[in-house]
């Protein structure tokens, strides 16, 4: 059972940085990919970035130039970052860490992180607020 927990949220202004992380543990498979996500009350979750099995990367537009991601393996423990910069207002959401397991690119988790398919597994999140 991949469990996944985030941290690194808070509150910050506009302009603003935070650094999130995911820890990652329990995972047996060999192939997968991991990424963020977010949602904020009443809106749909939003894929953001994304780690491909491949090592690729992947953004949505609304977070691209602002946000990287990044990962870390040192099996069995492995942790993903989101280095998030130039933060605003419209980034306040509640953020998730995803995991896919399977060979993945990082375009192909961007569209699949946010399904509930049973090969996805998603942390609790931790909450970023932006103020103007």
């Known amino acids: 059972q991949v469990q996944l927990v985030e941290s690194g949220g808070g509150s910050v202004q506009t302009g603003g940085s935070l650094r999130l992380s995911c820890v990652a543990s329990?995972?047996?498979?060999?192939?997968?990919?991991m990424g963020w996500f977010r949602q904020s009350p009443g809106k749909e979750r939003e894929a953001i970035a994304s780690v491909g099995s491949d090592g690729s990367t992947g953004y949505a537009d609304s977070v691209k130039g602002r946000f990287t991601i990044a990962i870390a393996k040192d099996q069995p423990k492995i942790t993903l970052y989101l280095q998030m910069n130039n933060l605003k207002p419209v980034d306040t959401a509640l953020y998730y860490c995803?995991?896919?397991?399977?060979?993945?690119?990082?375009?192909?988790?961007?569209?699949?992180?946010?399904?509930?398919?049973?090969?996805?597994?998603w942390g609790r999140g931790t909450q970023v607020t932006v103020s103007s």
């Open positions: 995803a995991a896919l397991a399977g060979f993945l690119t990082a375009t192909q988790a961007l569209y699949t992180m946010t399904d509930p398919y049973e090969q996805n597994s």
């Open positions: 329990g995972y047996t498979h060999s192939d997968f990919a």
